[in-house]
């Protein structure tokens, strides 16, 4: 079975920085694009970063980019996306996801748990 | 960016009822459209990619149809587990967008 499962969310002050991790389980993670998505407390989903199967590649949305990075380890099946100079709009919940990349886009077949975020001083 | 517009935001059906869920995209996106369903407390769940071909393991009630900017999402027969958020999204190009979410109530 797939598993995702991220961990290293918290509450942190405005300008901090955090790094979430997820762990992958039950495929062969190296060939897969992974992505991060994120929810603010009751909104919609909005889509962050992703990254190609050897990590050569990484995209972001215009709102977090020189602030936040992904990077993965296929050594370790592992998934991270540091973000620093974090903002209150940063605050939610932050889902690992796995992008199959049927018919040459993003379509996530597999999502983790989440991990929350929230910035608040 | 492609702006995805789904109607209605929040609708309440019976079981048995036939739900129709529409997504408009700003611009042609072809057939590059996911549909994902989030239950309360819950990570999202790909049930439709490619405007119309169903995931593994989802019920047949569930269809999806639809190409270009105009898409939609059925139900055929509403079942009281089919509560929760409905969300498309575009994947012709970045960022990737998804729409605004519409909320399923059962009566």
């Known amino acids: 079975d797939v598993h995702l499962v991220e961990s290293g969310g918290d509450l942190v002050q405005p300008g901090g920085a955090l790094r979430l991790s997820c762990t992958a389980s039950?495929?062969?993670?190296?060939?897969?694009?992974m992505t991060w998505v994120r929810q603010a407390p009751g909104k919609g989903l909005e889509w962050v970063a992703n990254t190609n199967p050897d990590g050569s590649w990484r995209f972001y949305v215009d709102s977090v980019k020189g602030r936040f990075t992904i990077s993965r380890d296929n050594a370790k099946n592992s998934l991270f996306l540091e973000m620093t100079s974090l903002r209150a709009e940063d605050t939610a919940m932050y889902y690992c996801?796995?992008?199959?990349?049927?018919?040459?886009?993003?379509?996530?077949?597999?999502w983790g748990q989440g991990a929350l975020v929230t910035v608040s001083s | 960016d492609i702006q995805m517009t789904q109607s209605p935001s929040a609708l309440s059906a019976s079981v048995g009822d036939r739900v129709t869920i529409t997504c408009r995209a700003s611009q042609s996106i072809s057939n590059q459209l996911v549909w994902y369903q989030q239950k309360p407390g819950k990570a999202p769940k790909r049930l439709i990619y490619?405007?119309?071909t169903l995931d593994g393991g989802v019920p047949s009630r569930f269809s999806g149809s639809g190409s270009g900017t105009e898409f939609t999402l059925t139900i055929s027969s509403l079942q009281p587990d089919d509560l929760g958020t409905y969300y498309c999204q575009q994947y012709t190009s970045q960022p990737y967008t998804f729409g605004q979410g519409t909320k399923l109530e059962i009566k």
């Open positions: 039950g495929f062969s993670f190296s060939t897969f694009w």
């Open positions: 490619k405007a119309s």
């Open positions: 996801a796995r992008d199959p990349f049927d018919d040459g886009g993003m379509t996530l077949d597999y």
